[in-house]
């Protein structure tokens, strides 16, 4: 059973930055994708960015281009989301999530960004951002 675990969040002040963690642990696949989402209350889930673990592809939003970046270490089985010049409208719950299998030649594009696509799903993780 595939499992995510997310980590890092906490509070930190307009400008600043946070890197945040998803452990996944018990996929069978190399090549598959995950997501960062984040949800605000009472607003709808944010796909924030994804990638591919196989090929290292990535796909950002355009609400976190140039600020944020995520990345891949195989060997820990983790991805990172490093969140810069954090504005305090991106207070929220975030999220990561992984899909099945994907292609190993697949690229990653606006349509990764649907949480719809993702088929497990971390518990979320808190940031929150003072002005």
């Known amino acids: 059973q595939v499992q995510l675990v997310e980590s890092g969040g906490g509070s930190v002040q307009a400008g600043g930055s946070l890197r945040l963690s998803c452990v996944v642990s018990g996929n069978r696949y190399s090549n598959y994708l995950v997501g960062w989402f984040r949800q605000a209350s009472g607003k709808e889930r944010e796909g924030l960015g994804s990638?591919?673990?196989?090929?290292?592809?990535?796909y950002y939003g355009d609400s976190v281009k140039g600020r944020f970046t995520i990345s891949a270490d195989s060997a820990k089985n983790t991805v990172y989301l490093q969140m810069n010049s954090l504005k305090s409208e991106e207070t929220a719950t975030y999220y990561c999530?992984?899909?099945?299998?994907?292609?190993?030649?697949?690229?990653?594009?606006?349509?990764?960004?649907?949480?719809?696509?993702?088929?497990?799903w971390g518990l979320g993780t808190q940031v929150t951002v003072s002005s």
């Open positions: 990638i591919h673990i196989g090929n290292g592809r990535t």
């Open positions: 999530a992984a899909t099945g299998h994907y292609s190993p030649y697949a690229d990653v594009t606006g349509a990764h960004l649907s949480p719809n696509i993702y088929l497990h």
